[in-house]
């Protein structure tokens, strides 16, 4: 299969499916000549991206701030939630130190945060 060799040919592409994205609605047959272009177009796209701009794994303070935010918590309120210190929680959000299993199990839980991502694996 194809692939996008250079930045300029992924601009071009991201622009095609634009295009396409305006005429493709979601009762366009598959067999759409159109759809099936929209469809390779984004292949070759995430193939690019996944090369040239890949995406990491969330850390847990990042992601304690996302559901704070989201949940409209303050450091307060979470650490009454969890059941833990506002320093505890400051060390947490600030990277300083990383929750032991009964912790993370209650920060998993409590914030819905994958386990993966509060245990750093």
Do not use: C, W
């Amino acid at each position: 299969m194809a692939t996008i060799k250079d930045k300029s040919r992924y601009d071009a592409v991201m622009s095609r499916i634009e295009e396409l994205m305006t005429q493709v609605e979601e009762d366009t047959p598959m067999t759409d000549k159109r759809v099936m272009e929209l469809d390779l177009l984004v292949e070759l796209a995430e193939e690019y991206e996944d090369e040239h701009f890949p995406i990491g794994t969330p850390s847990l303070p990042d992601v304690m701030k996302l559901r704070m935010y989201e949940m409209n918590l303050t450091q307060e309120k979470v650490a009454e939630l969890l059941g833990l210190s506002q320093s505890r929680i400051s060390n947490f959000l600030t990277g300083k130190t990383t929750p032991t299993l009964e912790v993370a199990r209650i920060i998993s839980t409590r914030l819905n945060i994958e386990p993966a991502i509060v245990l750093g694996v």
